[in-house]
């Protein structure tokens, strides 16, 4: 790891309660997820649970950077998967912007689920 830390972020999404959500609000997920975090999620038998980890990391990220709900869009957010399977963070938009504001030169992510929590840890490196 390279670099001084800027921020850290942790946030922790109760599934059987994101899960009622997407249910009730049929355009969420495409309002919060990128289309490549959607085709992720449905290739799993349950794809709330890879969702509800996403939302996390997107959650996690605005606490990392110093912010709250509105400082971006959550779609300025993206999970992808590193070629070895590590989840990587993907900043477009007015997260990248906040980000380069303070100096955030690279990301660490870690992500963890079971059938009703699912959790992201954020840490945003100079």
Known sequence: MSGDV????TDLVEVPRFRLALERRAKLAERLFSDG??????????????????FAAKEAVMKALGVGLGAFKL????????????PELVLTGRAAELAEKLGVRDWRLSLTHTDTMAMAVALALG
Not at 37 to 54: F, H, K, N, S
Request: hydrophobic share 40%; net charge positive; aromatic share 2%.
């Open 6 to 9: 800027i921020g850290m972020g």
């Open 75 to 86: 779609r300025d957010v993206e999970v992808v998967k590193r070629p070895g399977g590590a």
């Open 37 to 54: 975090e959607r085709g992720y999620a449905q290739r799993a038998v349950d794809p709330t649970i890879r969702l509800a980890a996403r």
